[in-house]
């Protein structure tokens, strides 16, 4: 059971344009959720987190938006470089936030940059 | 600042052969560790976490334990690995509440 659902596998984008990177997720419960973002031979690294009580957290050039009613969370890059070339991971966490790591993650969307 | 190390890198063991995944943190005190795995072509399935030193919680049934013997140090092993236990191991920390999880580099592990 796929509880959090990245159904685009990957996402090719101009560089200086916006890439749009989406996240579903199915269990009520999920009240603050977070993307990540991985290099190849490395782990993830931290980008940028929303609680369930906003619906918008921006962070330079990264903004998330969540729609509760549709259980649906994305992530806005603005403008894209090509150094944002990467995988990125939606996750999410139940109450109590990650006090105890729970993320429930996606699959990934590779997403891609061109000069 | 914070840091964490998880060695090795890359691991090729045969099949039936003991696992020992090392990770620590620096820079901080009592975190949550964790270990997580990413199966070839799936999103990170959390194994193991921790909140405590000998505190062990273990998220799905497999061939693997984990031991925390001190306050920033987490173990993975296993006594004898499964062709299924392949894919790439990742230790993470936080501090807890709506923090994120930090990531190691991760162990690229594959049994032969």
């Known amino acids: 059971d796929q509880q959090v659902k990245q159904n685009s596998p990957s996402l090719s984008v101009q560089e200086g344009r916006i890439s749009i990177l989406n996240c579903d997720y199915t269990?009520?419960?999920?009240?603050?959720f977070l993307w990540y973002k991985k290099y190849p031979a490395e782990g993830p690294t931290f980008l940028i987190s929303?609680?369930?009580?906003?619906d918008k957290n921006e962070d330079g050039r990264f903004t998330v938006f969540l729609n509760k009613s549709a259980k649906h969370l994305s992530l806005h890059i603005v403008p894209s470089q090509p150094g944002d070339s990467a995988v990125y991971f939606c996750?999410?966490?139940?109450?109590?936030?990650?006090?105890?790591?729970?993320?429930?993650f996606g699959q990934g969307t590779i997403l891609t940059v061109h000069p | 600042s914070q840091t964490i190390h998880q060695w090795p890198a890359t691991l090729v063991q045969p099949v039936g052969s003991p696992l020992s995944l090392e990770c620590t943190v620096e820079?901080?005190?009592?975190?949550?560790l964790y270990w997580y795995r990413q199966a070839a072509g799936r999103g990170l399935q959390l194994l193991f976490y921790?909140?405590?030193?000998?505190?062990i919680s273990s998220e799905v049934p497999q061939n693997l334990s984990a031991s925390r013997p001190q306050d920033r140090q987490f173990i993975l092993s296993s006594k004898k690995l499964l062709l299924s236990d392949s894919g790439f191991y990742l230790c993470?920390?936080?501090?807890?509440?709506?923090?994120?999880?930090?990531f190691g580099n991760g162990t690229r592990l594959t049994v032969t």
């Open positions: 269990n009520s419960m999920f009240d603050y």
């Open positions: 996750a999410a966490s139940g109450a109590g936030g990650t006090s105890y790591g729970k993320l429930t």
């Open positions: 993470a920390w936080s501090k807890g509440g709506n923090s994120p999880l930090h």
């Open positions: 820079g901080t005190s009592n975190p949550n």
């Open positions: 929303i609680s369930s009580i906003k």
């Open positions: 921790s909140v405590g030193i000998g505190q």
